[in-house]
């Protein structure tokens, strides 16, 4: 079934990803162009219109930095999702591209499950009945996805992106526990982090917080306070 007509333009020279991103995309429902040409990647965005563009980090030409910057000056292009992928897994590659305008990093090997649930996540704007759950009120919590501000009693907390996704995927269902596992690849894209960084995550979100808003199910994962 189609999803809703959503178009995803993907961006790289590596013929392997390309189909692999291509069929798994398409099983979904989704609308896929490539392009195969860094150089070309804003005028098939212009023509396309994609909902999201999917861009290789490293590419000849205009490399995945690059693409986002030219797509963020594009006043037709500014709702347009954009997430780089790359096989590098390190804090600059990261933060540049997310200084350059993407919504999203994942790290290669791109496993195709999870892919999809975090695309899905970055296009939940275009789902009608997704749309209210944008912004989520909460106990005094005041969290808009769309531009990564939260709120508490009205004061802004300013939160890194890990602790701000794990925050707004534990509200996304109060009463429901997430796992170590889920949490695992829903926010890092991996099937199994250490516990530490887990737990290291929660504490300081509970040092922002304050007591009483995240609820520890010793050997299972955590859930919000209802």
Not at 14 to 30: A, D, H, R, V
Not at 71 to 79: A, D, M, S
Not at 129 to 158: C, M, T
Request: proline fraction near 3%; charge should be positive.
């Amino acid at each position: 079934m189609e999803k809703l007509g959503l178009k995803i333009l993907i961006i790289d020279t590596n013929e392997e990803i390309i189909q692999m991103l291509k069929q798994t995309l398409e099983s979904e429902g989704y609308s896929i162009l490539v392009c195969k040409n860094s150089a070309n990647a804003l005028q098939m965005a212009m023509e396309f219109l994609p909902h999201l563009i999917l861009t290789e980090l490293k590419l000849q030409g205009l490399d995945g930095i690059e693409i986002c910057l030219e797509v963020r000056g594009q006043k037709e292009l500014e709702n347009t999702r954009i997430v780089v992928y790359s096989e590098i897994n390190d804090d600059n590659s990261q933060v540049a591209a997310f200084n350059a305008g993407a919504d999203g990093f994942i790290v290669k090997p791109i496993k195709p499950r999870v892919l999809l649930i975090r695309l899905s996540a970055y296009l939940r704007k275009y789902a009608p009945s997704q749309q209210e759950h944008e912004k989520i009120k909460y106990r005094g919590l005041r969290i808009d996805r769309e531009r990564y501000l939260i709120y508490k009693d009205e004061q802004e907390l300013i939160l890194p992106r890990k602790e701000f996704e794990l925050l707004s995927l534990l509200s996304s269902s109060p009463q429901k526990v997430f796992t170590r596992q889920e949490i695992s690849k829903l926010i890092w894209g991996y099937e199994v982090i250490t516990n530490r960084t887990i737990d290291v995550h929660i504490r300081k979100l509970r040092e922002k917080l304050g007591k009483g808003y995240i609820k520890t199910f010793k050997g299972v994962g955590y859930c919000l306070e209802v």
